[in-house]
């Protein structure tokens, strides 16, 4: 990540009302690095270009951190390449990330940004339903539709939890999954994109 990519990375992140220090900064670029390497040989992203990377993956991650900051747990599933769940992990290394992944070369992807950036992550080769735990905070990036994610993910958030659902921010507003709370939703631009994070609290 040259000089250049670095300051759009801190600039973006300072938008969004994160400040990352100079180990997130260091531990981004690693990611970054490690993320074009294994492109190469299996299917991560189709977006290749640093620069884009950091808008559409990085600081689309990052914008959720403003609303996870009081949680100890929290699950993304459907994590591919990480994103969400190991951009935050960097971003709040006393948050214990789980990572659920049914692509065995994703997971193991995964696994590498936990031995050498994020060790508070945790990559789980599963599908949602396959779980029997409960979470602070339960999202998912691009592996549903936002209302197909909710009916999803709400058996895996504990009382209190957040269910978080990541949209465009044009999208229709989604309804309340029964036992949950709409809250104020979070909107923000990276670039020319407008997205909208929509939290749900369980009752």
Known sequence: MDAAIKERLRRGAAALELALDKS????LDRYLALLLTWNRKIN???????????D???LDSLAVAPLVDRAATLVDVGSGAGFPGAVLAIARPTLHVTCVESIHKKVAFLQTLRFEIAPNLEPVCARAEQL???FDVAISR????PPEW???GAPLVAPG???IAMQTADSPELAAPPGFTREPARDYRIGDRARR?????HD
């Open 150 to 152: 909710l009916a999803h």
């Open 44 to 54: 991560l992203t189709a977006i290749v270009e640093p620069a884009e990377i950091v």
């Open 24 to 27: 997130q900064l260091a531990q």
């Open 142 to 145: 691009a592996t549903w539709d």
């Open 197 to 201: 994070i929509q939290p749900f609290r």
């Open 161 to 163: 939890g957040l269910l």
């Open 132 to 134: 029997d735990r409960r």
């Open 56 to 58: 559409r993956h990085f």
